[in-house]
């Protein structure tokens, strides 16, 4: 499996058991690479719903209002994050730089809300900004293609490495190396 795929699982997986997990004893390891995935995640699902849960989520006075808000506004997503992280979103929701914006609203909740309380919200959305900072440079080649002049006529880019009109292939001056030229 894809290693993004895998890390998507991961992420469903927790969801499905983070309230179970949930409690007084020792908090869940926290894995910068696993919040980074849940709080994508979370982006998700509150993109989906934003626009019918914000006008109750901002007007909730207590956790049980957000618990409403979630279960009237949220379905079908609501048990992902009720009754568990009532409290925790009620918090962030009232940070005072909480932003205005409803993309910068999505965001915050969504990063801060992904450490699920087992780190502050502050250093949830920290560890998600490293993780986005980190995997950004560890951006590699994939596939390349390159500028050719081809005895057959073809100038342009090659396709699979090899001349797109006529299919020679590029020889990149180790043929006497390989024995697959
Ligand atoms: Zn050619």
């Known amino acids: 499996m894809p290693k993004r795929e895998r890390a998507a699982k991961r992420a469903t997986n927790l ?9 007084r004893g020792r908090p869940p390891l926290v894995r910068a690479s696993e919040l980074r995935g849940r ?11 934003w626009d019918r849960l914000w006008p109750r989520l901002s007007q909730a006075q207590e956790d049980q209002e957000v618990i ?23 918090r962030i929701v009232r940070e005072a730089k909480f932003p205005r914006t409803r993309d ?46 081809c005895s057959c006529g073809f100038k342009g880019r090659s396709l699979n490495l090899a001349c797109r009109k006529c299919g ?14």
């Open 15 to 23: 969801l499905d058991t983070f309230s179970e997990k949930r409690g």
């Open 39 to 49: 709080a994508d995640h979370y982006r998700f699902i509150f993109n989906q719903i």
């Open 68 to 90: 409403d808000a979630f279960v009237k506004d949220a379905q079908p997503y609501a048990p992902n994050f009720m009754p568990g992280l009532a409290n925790l979103v009620f």
């Open 104 to 149: 910068a609203q999505i965001s915050f909740l969504a990063d801060s809300l992904a450490g699920l309380g087992s780190v502050s919200p502050r250093s949830s959305r920290d560890i998600c900004q490293k993780e986005r900072t980190r995997e950004k440079r560890a951006h590699h080649i994939i596939r390349y293609e390159v500028y050719v002049e």
């Open 168 to 181: 020679a292939e590029i020889d990149f001056g180790l043929s006497g190396l390989t024995p697959f030229s």
